[in-house]
Structures are given as C-alpha cells and as structure tokens.
C-alpha cells in the first residue's frame, strides 16, 4: 500500500513540478526579452499552467487516414512512462526504488526514449513529423555514445553502478560537456533539430492534440527536471538550489543562442565530442582501475 501510494505520489509532484516550471520558464523567457511573462490568469499568473493544461485537453484530437487512434495514445503513453520511471533510479525521493545497476537501466532508458519520438513521426503520417522523427534518431545516434562514455566515467570514479548524491569538485571538468549532451538528449536549443519550428512546424508531434500532445509535453519538461536534479546530484551533492540553477541555465540558453546547423551538430558531436570522451574515458580506467 504504502508502494502504491509513493507511485501516486510520485506522478502528482512531478506533473505540479512541471506545470510551475513552465510558468517560470515562460516568465524567465519573458524576463530576457524585456517584457512580463503571463500574469493575468490569477495570482500574477499563478494559475495559468493549469488553465492551459485544461484547455490544450479539452481540444479534439484529429488523426491520420493512415493511422490509428490507439497509435496516437499508444506512442505518448510510451514516452511519458518512460521518462516517468527514469525518476526511480534516484535515491533522493524514494530509496526503496533504487537498484544496484540503476546506471544502466537509466543508459537503457535514454535509448529507448527515442524510438517514442521515432515512432510518433511515423504514426503522424506527415511529412513535417517525419523528417523530425529522422533527425531526432540521427541526432542521439551521434550522441548517446559520448554520453554512455561520460556517465561510465563516473561509474569509475565512484566504483558503483547507481547514483548517490555526490559532492565532488574534482569532477567539474566534464562538467561542460556533460550540459552540451544534456541540450542534445532533450533536444533544447541550440539542439532543437527535431522540433525546428520555422522549418518542420513542430515537428514530430505536429500531429498530435489533446490527451496526446499533453503527454508528450509532460515528458519533455519531465525529462527536462530529470536531467536538472541529475547534474544536481552528480556534481553538487543534490542541492534543490543547484537544480534550480540548472533548470534556469537552460532556460537561458534557450534564449540566448540560435539553432546549431544540422551538419554542424553532426561535426561536433562525431568529431570532437566522441574523441574527448574516448581520451577521458581511458584516461579515467588507467587511473581508477
């Protein structure tokens, strides 16, 4: 009882998580453009999360002749759950959930979690969707591996196959490529290929309205908080303060930087992401092991 409980528990804080951080988000992106983020909707804008999630599930969702309509829950389901059990691998909100190989079911999470925005391209029927679909499956081929090799660093510092919260200066270095794989494994900007608005019209999920669009959002900014108490835990102990502060370097980043060229992220990442990683990864196993 008290399991079931926990899970419940677990799904209402991080849907209330998000809906807040959208709003400050939304007042963040307004705040660096000179102008006021939403404050009409009650409580200097308190409510306007949850307005918007009402009304976003009170429109209609339409599908494709070619498709089904169990494809369109089906696909949105499947990325929410995943990204909702990425939560249980952390020891900071329910230990008896934590497992000693929670590193590698979270490696195996994030390469499933693509075949979601794959296959939701596929089901959409749409030309826009599935060149999103395309690019998002080639963008985490290009750097799922670096990030596999970042987190078996850390796997050797700490000789352990789970996350703890950490506190350890000494790993600050990787700190920077760490964020950049971040932006690439949420496809944030300036890594946003696969929902590039002024040339896919949102791509992937172009289709998709209603209970289906909501999901897909939810798990978006779910993974977005995921991967913020993540580099909270790993490099600063797990401080909700260092959380907020990554959250909001996110955020910023959004705001301050252009979308990379496609071409120019594949380079990157292949190129100069991949050696540094090779390099730091042997370099770490000599030391460590």
């Not at 453009?33 to 918007?52: I, V």
């Not at 990157?268 to 030391?287: C, D, N």
């Amino acid at each position: 009882m008290f399991v079931v409980l926990s899970v419940f528990l677990m799904i209402v804080f991080v849907m209330a998580a998000i809906a807040f951080m959208v709003l400050y988000e939304r007042h963040l992106l307004g705040g660096s453009q000179q102008r006021l983020g939403p404050n009409k909707s009650s409580l200097m804008g308190g409510l306007q999360a949850l307005l918007d999630g009402f009304k976003l599930l009170k429109k209609e969702q339409g599908s494709s002749l070619k498709s089904s309509d169990i494809s369109f829950l089906l696909v949105p389901g499947v990325a929410f759950g995943v990204m909702y059990l990425g939560w249980f691998v952390w020891p900071y909100f329910f230990s008896f959930f934590t497992f000693e190989f929670a590193v590698l079911f979270f490696l195996c999470l994030l390469g499933f979690s693509v075949y979601s925005v794959l296959v939701s391209g596929i089901v959409s029927s749409s030309k826009y969707g599935m060149l999103g679909a395309i690019r998002a499956s080639g963008q985490s081929v290009s750097y799922e591996i670096a990030f596999s090799l970042y987190l078996l660093i850390l796997v050797m510092y700490f000789n352990m196959f789970y996350f703890y919260l950490y506190f350890y200066l000494g790993l600050l270095w990787i700190y920077l490529p760490f964020l950049m794989m971040i932006l690439a494994e949420l496809g944030r900007a300036p890594f946003d290929f696969a929902e590039g608005e002024s040339e896919l019209v949102s791509g992937y999920n172009v289709e998709f309205g209603s209970v289906a669009f909501v999901l897909l959002f939810l798990s978006e900014y779910g993974s977005l908080l995921l991967f913020s108490v993540l580099g909270s835990g790993v490099f600063f102990g797990g401080s909700l303060v260092f959380s907020y502060m990554i959250f909001s370097g996110l955020v910023f980043i959004r705001s301050s930087y252009p979308r990379f060229r496609y071409d120019f992220m594949m380079s990157l990442f292949w190129f100069k992401m991949l050696p540094i990683s090779l390099i730091l990864f042997f370099y770490t196993a000599v030391v460590f092991l």
